[in-house]
């Protein structure tokens, strides 16, 4: 996997540099941009991007960056001190631009927010930022965020909504293969998202799809306004990467100049929207879709006879980068699990299910009245990705409940609040 | 090499008119335009049982206006005119297909027109839309005329004009219909233009449709009185006006709130502010596309009591359905703008788009209008605003061509006459309507804060006590002396009471600016240990690494304790956490107690060894007032303070926070501690309260490990309390404790 650091400092890039190379992740190269050199790379892509959006070049007709042959960009969040023209001072201003006009397919800003290592709002990080991820220097050196294995995680520190490092570039590049293909069709149908299962999905999840959807119907009395949203439509309806609509416009037009070229650039920014949609607001809320760890805990009996032992549950958590049943017991699974997988895998890093038709089978709910069965009273702990007891009178301190920012009954959730890191904010714990 | 032209089919005259017109009230408002265009201050349309009448009092058509224009389809004199003939008004046609839309609406048509310059000799002509086949050539399609001298009954008795008659009516007009079709074409011109001309006047402002239906009589003055009583209910008035634009002129942008809006403002207020387009930042390497604009915005209140006899419920219903903001080319409206029936039209401004995003920051706005924060969250949303946008198309396009502008750089109609085109242009528009939108909700949230600021600021109440003793005395000698003398005696003492208050009041106003300043050289320094906590982890991280490679135990050690250091940084810094956090220093929650004491024994942990914290005594569903969890942490964390300053010499060092729901409905959280005592009595204990008031002497050889000690943390603790309806106080200590603190306050019911 190639890497490449950028920041506006030598020292500071050398700071991310070392940091990753103290995770030692494997088959990871890390090259560094700073100074005049990013300054020329950067001005380089901004001049391109804006010949392509507002004047007469094609995507093919301006010169490639640096950007374009790597994997994962890791860029600092302050540049202030590069001699940029205009106000693009901070890795959010040119975010969007790598991602649209490079070849690169995942964006890391570092130290958007120093003081936050665990956001508890939307369970995706930082929300607002316009790259993929927004981290902090000393999460590059944490081996599980690389790895995603909590053998790997630093002091146990291993954020649920972190993605697997090393994996997001394959992810993403199949993620905008297929958009690229799929440009005017329906993101849910191609999502095999059901209108009634798009319908129930909070107004606020729903609204990236239905501000999309350019129709004639102003009312939504069934709620699935945005279920017809193309990715087309989801391009021009979205700022994050490109802001400027007029601009996004302008480029749609292009599209019979140099087809591919546009259509790439589309892909890449729509890829990254629907991913971060699909995280934030389909998954986060873990309402329409359940992941295995939030089901067992609202399902226990899952783990069959070994429910009662708590190395059992976390066991589940690495099974679920494996084979079915996911550390499940095998025959509850065959019978009742297998069939109500979500079964796109482009979106997802770990095994879904359809919780609706979970709740509605009786005859799975029916194991909760079984008396050969004892569970452990665990909570899944949001930062480390693994069970705890709820009391544990071995701990300093129990596992901390708080409450997610996102409508639905499943934002009530725990930490185990890792000493040393930041949880923000606050007051989503006395909610 | 041969030549030939090209020959046109008759079908393209339906195809410029039938299929290009979607609605019938865009192919009425096509006729109506051109009654405009030529001049009428009246426009009648007439529904009869198996025709349409469509008259006017213009100048009429001339024999040779019918033949050299009307039989022209595309002719573009409207646009080389610009003018109205008599009245000078802009045109609104511009590509001569407008007649054409008739043919939606029915499959005859009959023209009957008086030019004001031959009063006695009517033009008279026949179209019978059906017989025009496809395949035809079109210059061989016939219609008959001839010049008769009776002419038709035009409005307001006019000897000129020009009378339309549908027949073949391709639908029926019932009174759902009818009424509908009223409402467009009632909203057919802008509503702060003038609609009702006065007294016999032939202005180029004064227009004035009608539509004549049996069916829905009344309907129009009861729609008028129904925007007349809404207007009046607006809460603020946003305008702006471009002129010469494409000549470097800035637009300006006003905004008008009523007085009370917002609550608490007294009188009314205005904004004025200029601003050079593009508006958009990124977009100032674009030319100017634009050269005249003017809007008009109102913002209503949809909810609380409403004036004028309108209820909550009649304003949004008819907000839904014609509020937003529309779009009027020459003075007609494009329908799409602002449509209830089209989603994106509806939301052309992208309003309830940015609402969807949660944007809090204007992205238009300069950055000298980005002080308040989360203003934009006072955006009036889609169904609480009426307003229109005024345009001219051929006038934009006037100008752009004599500046050499390639087509497509200036405002532009599409054929399907209910929009514009999406270009640049157009976006420049819309983001300078945006602007004046956000700059309107920028202003609005500074009115709001400062009426709260305000609120706080009324007049000290010892001035009333004064006022109110200065009426007594007047009026001494109509009141019986004892009266007189038990009501002045209540009242002086009432004021002396409020006076000691004020007091107190002030000298905390006092403390703020020191405490603000030791609160940013906090927030600083908390910078600070977020850097020196990253070099402590890289360190550690770097020493272990080496400890391991190279087996010394000595310095795996060494590592470990650099690790502690920074979890000990990091748990310290979760002190300045609520500070930084804008939810966290937002009040809009009850917040439950028992989190926020965890909160702050955690965070004060490494700083007070040894002490043993007691926390279980707290009912989870016991809440805090609604307060931030900024001050509410900042409540406890100043008494724990205390308590270990209190406990420095005790060989026992003990806190427990016991919370409870007491007799008479108060909820409490007491805090006790372990420590030397108060060094006074329970009652003089309120003291302590005061600014830089001490009963504790830290002694020299503590100095350094005691926290703050100035006298003003208890101040701060009832400065909060106060303005979130607490009460603080020491209370009878509890069993094995030296101190009891108590915050109370009036519990919710259970």
């Given amino acids: ?431 | 090499m041969k030549k030939r032209t090209f020959t046109v089919d008759a079908a393209l005259l339906q195809e410029l008119g039938e299929r290009l017109i979607g609605r019938a009230h865009i192919a009425l408002a096509e006729l109506i335009k051109n009654a405009y265009d030529a001049d009428a201050i009246n426009c009648r349309i007439r529904f009869e049982a198996d025709r349409i009448l469509v008259s006017d009092d213009g100048h009429g058509m001339s024999q040779q206006d019918f033949l050299e224009r009307w039989m022209r389809v595309g002719t573009t004199h409207k646009v080389d005119q610009k003018q109205s003939r008599l009245l000078g008004r802009g045109l609104t046609g511009s590509k001569g297909i407008g007649r054409l839309s008739a043919q939606f609406l029915a499959s005859e048509m009959t023209l009957e027109s008086t030019s004001v310059d031959q009063p006695g000799e009517t033009l008279f002509a026949m179209v019978d839309w059906s017989t025009i086949s496809r395949g035809q050539d079109l210059q061989k399609v016939e219609v008959e005329w001839e010049m008769r001298r009776e002419a038709p009954d035009y409005p307001d008795g006019s000897e000129s004009g020009t009378q339309i008659s549908l027949g073949g009516l391709k639908s029926k007009w019932d009174a759902t219909l009818l009424e509908d079709l009223g409402r467009d074409v009632w909203t057919l011109r802008s509503p702060f233009a003038s609609t009702r001309k006065a007294g016999g006047s032939r202005e180029a402002g004064d227009f004035f449709v009608d539509v004549d239906a049996p069916e829905i009589e009344g309907a129009r003055d009861a729609f008028d009185k129904m925007r007349a009583n809404l207007f009046a209910n607006a809460r603020a008035r946003i305008r702006g006006t471009l002129d010469r634009g494409r000549s470097g002129a800035q637009a300006s942008v006003t905004v008008e709130l009523v007085a009370g809006y917002p609550e608490g403002v007294d009188e009314a207020s205005r904004f004025n502010e200029t601003v050079a387009l593009p508006v958009r930042a990124g977009d100032d390497a674009l030319p100017v596309l634009v050269d005249r604009a003017r809007f008009d915005v109102l913002v209503f209140r949809t909810e609380g009591r409403q004036r004028h006899g309108i209820s909550v419920g009649e304003t949004r219903e008819y907000l839904a359905k014609f509020g937003n903001v529309s779009m009027y080319d020459a003075g007609f409206r494009l329908p799409y703008y602002g449509s209830a029936s089209d989603k994106t039209g509806q939301d052309w401004l992208n309003i309830a788009l940015d609402q969807g995003r949660r944007l809090n920051v204007s992205e238009l706005l300069p950055e000298k209008l980005r002080t308040q924060s989360r203003y934009m969250q006072d955006l009036p949303a889609p169904g609480r605003i009426f307003g229109a946008v005024d345009i001219d198309t051929n006038h934009e396009r006037a100008v752009a061509e004599q500046a050499g502008a390639a087509p497509g750089e200036w405002l532009q109609i599409q054929p399907s006459r209910d929009r514009l085109h999406s270009n640049d242009a157009f976006f420049q528009l819309r983001d300078l309507v945006r602007f004046s939108l956000d700059f309107y909700a920028n202003r609005y949230r500074m009115l709001a804060l400062r009426a709260a600021e305000k609120q706080r600021q009324k007049e000290p109440a010892s001035v009333k006590f004064t006022q109110a003793l200065e009426v007594l005395d007047q009026g001494q000698s109509d009141i019986p002396g004892t009266v007189y003398r038990a009501v002045r005696k209540e009242i002086v003492e009432a004021r002396e009471a409020v006076q000691s208050e004020e007091e107190a009041l002030d000298q905390r106003a006092a403390l703020l600016a020191p405490l603000a300043t030791a609160g940013m050289a906090a927030l600083a320094l908390n910078h600070e240990l977020a850097r020196e906590r990253r070099l402590l982890e890289s360190s550690s991280e770097e020493l272990s690494r080496l400890a391991d490679r190279h087996s010394l135990p000595e310095l795996e050690q060494l590592a470990s304790d650099l690790s502690a250091s920074r979890d000990r940084l990091g748990a310290l810094q979760e002190l300045f956490a609520p500070l930084l956090s804008e939810a966290d220093a937002a009040a809009t929650e009850r917040l439950r107690v028992d989190a926020i004491v965890n909160h702050v024994v955690r965070s004060m942990r490494p700083l007070l060894p040894r002490v043993k914290f007691d926390v279980a005594q707290i009912p989870r569903s016991l809440r805090f007032p609604e307060g931030s969890f900024a001050e509410w942490s900042a409540v406890l964390q100043n008494v724990v303070a205390n308590a270990w300053n209190a406990m420095l010499d005790s060989p026992v060092k003990e806190i427990a926070f016991v919370g409870e729901r007491g007799a008479g409905g108060r909820e409490r959280l007491q805090i006790s501690d372990t420590g030397v005592g108060l060094g006074t009595t329970l009652k003089d204990s309120v003291k302590l309260f005061e600014p830089f008031e001490r009963s504790l002497k830290i002694k020299d050889e503590n100095r350094s490990v005691a926290i703050g000690g100035q006298g003003l943390g208890l101040s701060i603790t009832r400065m909060i309390a106060h303005r979130r309806a607490a009460r603080v106080g020491f209370v009878q200590p509890q069993a094995r404790f030296s101190t009891t603190f108590e915050i109370s306050w009036r519990g919710t019911r259970q």
């Fill in chain 1, 1 to 431: 996997m190639k890497v490449l650091v950028c920041a506006d400092l030598d020292s500071e890039s050398s700071e991310f540099s070392d940091a990753i190379e103290r995770a030692d992740p494997p088959d990871v190269d890390v090259d560094r941009l700073f100074g005049d050199d990013l300054t020329e790379e950067i001005a380089r892509l901004i001049d391109g991007a804006d010949r392509i959006l507002s004047a007469d070049a094609r995507p093919r007709d301006v010169p490639g960056t640096r950007f374009d042959d790597v994997d994962l960009v890791v860029l600092d969040n302050n540049l202030a001190h590069l001699g940029i023209k205009g106000a693009r001072l901070t890795a959010e201003a040119v975010a969007g631009y790598i991602r649209a006009f490079s070849g690169a397919p995942y964006v890391v800003s570092i130290n958007k927010n120093p003081d936050v290592d665990f956001d508890l709002r939307y369970l995706v990080g930082d929300y607002a930022s316009r790259a993929d991820l927004a981290l902090n220097v000393p999460h590059l050196s944490n081996a599980g965020l690389w790895t995603r294995k909590l053998v790997d995680a630093a002091k146990g520190f291993l954020p649920w909504y972190w993605p697997k490092l090393l994996n997001v570039a394959d992810q993403r590049r199949r993620q905008i293969e297929f958009v690229s293909e799929a440009l005017d069709r329906s993101v849910c149908e191609t999502l095999d998202i059901p209108i009634e299962a798009f319908s129930s999905l909070s107004r606020h999840s729903r609204s990236l799809l239905s501000q999309a959807e350019e129709t004639d119907e102003s009312s939504d009395p069934d709620h699935s306004l945005g279920f017809r949203a193309t990715y087309r439509q989801v391009f021009l309806a979205s700022p994050r990467s490109l802001p400027n609509q007029s601009e996004r416009r302008h480029l749609l037009t292009k599209f019979t100049r140099d087809e591919r070229g546009i259509r790439e650039i589309v892909a890449r920014v729509v890829a990254a929207e629907i991913d971060f949609w699909f995280r934030r607001d389909v998954l986060a809320p873990q309402e329409l879709l359940v992941d295995v760890p939030h089901l067992l805990m609202r399902m226990p009996f899952l783990l069959g006879q070994r429910a009662s032992e708590l190395p059992h549950w976390n066991s589940t958590v690495d099974a679920c980068a494996g084979e079915p049943p996911f550390g499940t017991d095998p025959e509850i699974f065959t019978k009742h699990l297998e069939q109500q997988r979500f079964r796109p895998d482009l979106w997802t890093t770990t095994p879904c299910f359809w919780w609706a038709a979970l709740k509605g089978d009786d005859e799975l709910n029916a194991h909760f009245s079984r008396e050969d069965l004892n569970w452990a009273d665990a909570v899944f702990c949001e930062d480390q990705s693994a069970f705890l007891c709820r009391h544990d009178s071995s701990r300093e301190n129990d596992p901390a409940e708080f409450v997610a920012e996102f409508e639905g009954p499943w934002s009530r959730r725990y930490v185990a609040n890792v000493s040393g890191f930041q949880y923000v904010p606050k007051s989503r714990f006395a909610l």
